[in-house]
């Protein structure tokens, strides 16, 4: 994964509180390897009427071209499914903003190289104001947490350490492989101190 | 003064990285069939499972409840995890294996799951461990392939929050209604960023099952782990399992496990009290776990709303095929599910069953235990037989319903009341329609065929 740390493109809404996981990428299509691409999976079930014909009015059928996306709270809550990720990083999208997220879908997200911006109810109202049910260029810089549509600047908030994982795009395994030493020098005093915590070898059963 | 969190996370915290972030040791790693990305992130890496004696397969979220596999594509899933498994040397606790069962029931009944350890599970209900006074959080895929190449995690500490719960729950009210009462209240985005210790008489007075249901449920209103100090309950449960310590091991293991409390005046980020007394049974009405309110109540009206609430209540009454300001109790059911990583234990069959024992139920449902060891104990316990008298079907364990993932599905359109822990929309299915709420509750709803106050049906009865 290649880090990032500005991204300019077209940014839609999704006007829905507690998008879960489940809507972002229903269980069905979960068993479908990587490779295949999980872009046509995003929020299947309300992109889609009934008889699987997309619903040419949802957001991102009209603009099926946006880079990001503008939710309200509690984006993402749910499940672990890193799937969902998948599908929104799959479609395009850099970026969601909202006002929260699910924990283990930020982390993810940040796995994935897709910015999570929380924003506060106020920037959140404005950003929906702006886009209405279209699409406006909007710019994200991760260095300096800042949002820019047209003249305005909308502050977000991101953790330093996911702000760096962001820009540099490393593996947490590169990273990890140096502390080696650390590890087995843990690992070495754990089994001294609370030798129980290694599950003996199972016996018969 | 340290909480309980800080004492975890500082006995597994291995370092500290530039960014802050914490590289924790992971003493157990629990695997499903959704390990497939990271099993294969493994593979391109050409990397090993780091600890394959620290990690533990388990079939569970495919796992067929009647025999064969719905799919081939099932069936894949499933031999994918076996396969991986076998490729590792990791113990692998596959559909023949009398230990299967949902991870979250099995790791718990193998004595896999101790107070004092840090259990990582490519699933967001593995807070459920933290029942047990273990540091325990479900993870995404990449971190699953970390966790696999290297048994340890790189983590921000969320901040420590305590749910203190006096008093007493009354009878017919259990976890599953405290854990719906607190998100209920708190809005399902109410603990994140946050680490629930739950404490307080209720929840000293709660067996393991009942314990595992509320930090299961924890996640559901936001908080990425749930956790419980140990205490005699803890250990008894403990005592004898299989991979638990034995004899002096095990003593030895108690000393450090009774150490693990918040101490007097440790200082949490955040604190919400709950009177246990005022929790009446709840059901869900909407499409996320924070629409429930007691079951007396009648389904919202959009009109009572701020413009904002409004909007969404409108949504999910309309999904959920409800009329605004309708009792509750009027609402007609079509089926049940009784199971799941949250309320599929030995006690929540009881607990159903002392409801159902004879009677019948009004409509058709599933009743799928959430481990092979647990069916077989509830066979050789006759709640079987109370179950299929009641004209329920009695399947094999597994997520099954949950998730509707191994092919067992609710309709669309369709109304079920469940045991589960999500009721977003297709959750059971495609325009599946989902109530939450407690096993008792679900075996109410199938007696009368409505969603129904448990209380007066547990009248002369031994509610389990
Ligand atoms: S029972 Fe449901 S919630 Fe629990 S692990 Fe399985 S799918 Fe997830």
Known sequence: ?205 | MMTLLDKLWGAHEIMTGEDGRSLLWVDRHLVHEGSHHAFAKLAARGARVAEPRLTFGVVDHYAPTRGLAATPAIARMIETLERNAAEHDVTCFGLKDRRQGIVHVVGPEQGLTLPGLLINCGDSHTSTHGAFGALAFGIGATEVAHVLATQTIWQCKPKAMRINVTGQLALGVGAKDLALAWIAKLGTGGAQGHAVEYTGDAVRGMSMEGRMTLCNLSIEGGARFGMIAPDDTTFNYIKGRRYAPKGAAFDEAMGYWNTLRSDDGAIFDREVTIEAADIAPIVTWGTSPEDAAPVTENVPSPSDASEAEAERIHAAIDYMGLTPGKPLTEVQIDQVFIGSCTNGRIEDLRAAASVLAGRRAKVPGLVSPGSQEIKAQAEAEGLDRVFVEAGLDWVGAGCSMCVAMNGDSVASGKRCASTTNRNFRGRQGKGARTHLMSPAMVAAAAVTGHLTDVRPLLQGRDAA
């Open chain 1, 1 to 205: 994964m290649s880090g990032w740390s500005e991204h300019t493109g077209k940014a839609i809404a999704l006007d829905i509180e507690n998008v879960d996981t489940d809507q972002l990428i229903p269980a069905r299509f979960m068993s479908t390897p990587r490779s295949d691409g999980y872009g046509d999976f995003l929020l299947y079930d309300m992109r889609s009427k009934g008889d699987g014909t997309p619903e040419p009015d949802f957001p991102i059928n009209r603009h099926p071209h946006a880079s990001i996306l503008i939710g309200r709270r509690n984006f993402g809550s749910g499940s672990s499914r890193e799937a969902a990720v998948y599908a929104l990083v799959d479609f395009g999208i850099r970026a969601v903003i909202a006002t929260s997220f699910g924990d283990i879908f930020s982390s993810n997200s940040v796995n994935n190289g897709l910015l999570p911006a929380r924003v506060s109810e106020e920037d959140a109202a404005r950003l929906f104001t702006l886009i209405g049910d279209g699409q406006i260029e909007v710019s994200l810089d991760i260095k300096t947490t800042k949002i820019r549509v047209g003249d305005q600047t909308i502050p977000f908030s991101l953790s330093p350490a996911w702000a760096q994982k962001l820009m540099n795009g490393w593996d947490d395994i590169d990273i990890t492989e140096h502390h080696r030493p650390a590890i087995s020098a843990y690992r070495e005093r754990r089994a001294k101190t609370l030798p129980w915590v290694f599950p003996a070898e199972e016996t018969a059963g």
